[in-house]
C-alpha cells in the first residue's frame, strides 16, 4: 500500500535526477569567461594592494610583511541587478612592527635605546662617539626619528640632534604606523576602484545595473598576527550609466572614481 503510493513520485524524482542539464548557450560561455578574467583581475587588484602596504614598510625600516594567503575572488550575474564579485582579501601581520611596539611599553625598544645612547654621547663629550650615533640614527625608523626631532626642539638644540631639515620641518611619518589595518583597507580598496574602471569594460553591464565588489579580511589570521577586531566588509557599487561615461570618456577618472559607491558593514 504505502510503498506503492511512494513508487510514482520516486520514479519522478530519479527521472529528474537523470534528466540532463540544458545546454550552455554560446552567450552564456562567453559571459562566464568575462567573469572569470574579471576575477582574476580583481585579484591582482588585491595583490597589487599587498605589494603597496610591503614597500611603505621596507622604506620605514627592516619590517616583515606576513601574508600567510592568496586574494580569491568570484564572480556571479544577477538577473535585473548587475554583476556581483565577492572578494577575500589574504589576512596581515607586521611581525616587527608590532615586536618594536611591545619592546617600547616595556622600555626595551629601539626608542628607549636611542635615549639611553644619546646621554652617554652627551657626557662624554667624544666628537667621534656623535658622528657614529647621528650615522645610526640616519638607518633608524623615520617614526623614531620624528619624535626625536620633535623633542629636540621642545627642548632646544642637543649635540645628538642629527643634520638639520631644509626648513626645520620634521620627517612625514607614515600614517601606517599609526593604523596598519586601515592603511591596508586604503591600499586594498584604491586598487580594487582602479580595477573596476580600468579592466570592467568586456563585461555587459547595461546603464541601469552595477557592478559591485564585496571585500573583506579573511577570517582565518595567521598565529603570530595581533587578532582584527574591526574586520568589515567594504562594498564597491559603480552603476552601469557611470561606467558607460567613462570608458566614452565623458568624464574623467578622478570624477568616475568619486561615483563609485563605498559602504562599509
Given at each position: 500500500?504505502?510503498?506503492?503510493a511512494?513508487?510514482?513520485?520516486i520514479t519522478?524524482?530519479v527521472?529528474?535526477?537523470?534528466?540532463?542539464?540544458?545546454a550552455?548557450?554560446?552567450?552564456?560561455?562567453?559571459?562566464?569567461?568575462?567573469i572569470?578574467?574579471?576575477?582574476?583581475v580583481?585579484?591582482?587588484?588585491?595583490?597589487?594592494?599587498?605589494t603597496?602596504?610591503?614597500?611603505r614598510l621596507?622604506a620605514?625600516?627592516p619590517t616583515?610583511?606576513?601574508?600567510?594567503?592568496?586574494?580569491?575572488?568570484?564572480g556571479?550575474?544577477?538577473d535585473?541587478?548587475?554583476?556581483?564579485?565577492?572578494?577575500?582579501?589574504?589576512?596581515?601581520?607586521?611581525?616587527?612592527?608590532?615586536s618594536?611596539?611591545?619592546?617600547?611599553q616595556?622600555?626595551l625598544?629601539?626608542e628607549?635605546a636611542?635615549?639611553v645612547?644619546?646621554?652617554h654621547v652627551?657626557?662624554?663629550?667624544?666628537?667621534?662617539l656623535?658622528q657614529?650615533?647621528?650615522?645610526?640614527?640616519?638607518q633608524?625608523?623615520?617614526?623614531?626619528l620624528?619624535?626625536k626631532?620633535?623633542?629636540?626642539?621642545a627642548?632646544?638644540?642637543?649635540?645628538?640632534?642629527g643634520?638639520?631639515?631644509?626648513?626645520?620641518?620634521?620627517p612625514?611619518?607614515?600614517?601606517?604606523?599609526?593604523?596598519?589595518?586601515e592603511a591596508?583597507?586604503s591600499?586594498?580598496?584604491?586598487?580594487?576602484m582602479?580595477?573596476?574602471?580600468?579592466y570592467?569594460?568586456s563585461?555587459?553591464?547595461q546603464?541601469?545595473?552595477?557592478?559591485?565588489?564585496?571585500?573583506?579580511?579573511?577570517?582565518?589570521?595567521?598565529r603570530l598576527?595581533?587578532?582584527?577586531?574591526d574586520?568589515?566588509?567594504?562594498?564597491l557599487r559603480?552603476?552601469?550609466?557611470?561606467r558607460?561615461?567613462?570608458?566614452?570618456r565623458?568624464?574623467?577618472?578622478?570624477?568616475?572614481?568619486?561615483?563609485?559607491?563605498v559602504?562599509?558593514?
Amino acid at each position: 500500500g504505502g510503498w506503492a503510493a511512494m513508487a510514482p513520485t520516486i520514479t519522478g524524482a530519479v527521472a529528474l535526477a537523470q534528466a540532463p542539464a540544458p545546454a550552455i548557450t554560446a552567450e552564456q560561455k562567453q559571459s562566464r569567461y568575462q567573469i572569470g578574467q574579471m576575477e582574476r583581475v580583481l585579484e591582482g587588484a588585491v595583490e597589487h594592494g599587498v605589494t603597496n602596504i610591503r614597500d611603505r614598510l621596507q622604506a620605514l625600516g627592516p619590517t616583515e610583511l606576513l601574508i600567510t594567503d592568496n586574494a580569491r575572488a568570484r564572480g556571479f550575474r544577477l538577473d535585473g541587478y548587475g554583476v556581483f564579485f565577492d572578494v577575500v582579501a589574504p589576512s596581515f601581520g607586521t611581525t616587527v612592527l608590532w615586536s618594536m611596539r611591545t619592546l617600547d611599553q616595556n622600555n626595551l625598544g629601539l626608542e628607549s635605546a636611542l635615549k639611553v645612547l644619546q646621554a652617554h654621547v652627551r657626557d662624554a663629550g667624544d666628537v667621534n662617539l656623535e658622528q657614529a650615533l647621528r650615522r645610526v640614527e640616519l638607518q633608524m625608523n623615520p617614526m623614531l626619528l620624528t619624535r626625536k626631532s620633535e623633542g629636540s626642539a621642545a627642548a632646544g638644540p642637543s649635540a645628538s640632534a642629527g643634520p638639520a631639515r631644509a626648513g626645520g620641518a620634521a620627517p612625514a611619518v607614515d600614517a601606517i604606523l599609526t593604523d596598519p589595518n586601515e592603511a591596508y583597507r586604503s591600499e586594498v580598496t584604491t586598487a580594487l576602484m582602479a580595477a573596476m574602471l580600468d579592466y570592467s569594460s568586456s563585461i555587459d553591464i547595461q546603464p541601469g545595473e552595477w557592478l559591485t565588489v564585496a571585500v573583506r579580511r579573511n577570517d582565518e589570521r595567521p598565529r603570530l598576527a595581533p587578532a582584527d577586531s574591526d574586520a568589515r566588509t567594504f562594498v564597491l557599487r559603480l552603476r552601469g550609466s557611470d561606467r558607460a561615461a567613462f570608458l566614452a570618456r565623458q568624464i574623467s577618472r578622478d570624477e568616475a572614481m568619486t561615483r563609485i559607491e563605498v559602504r562599509v558593514f
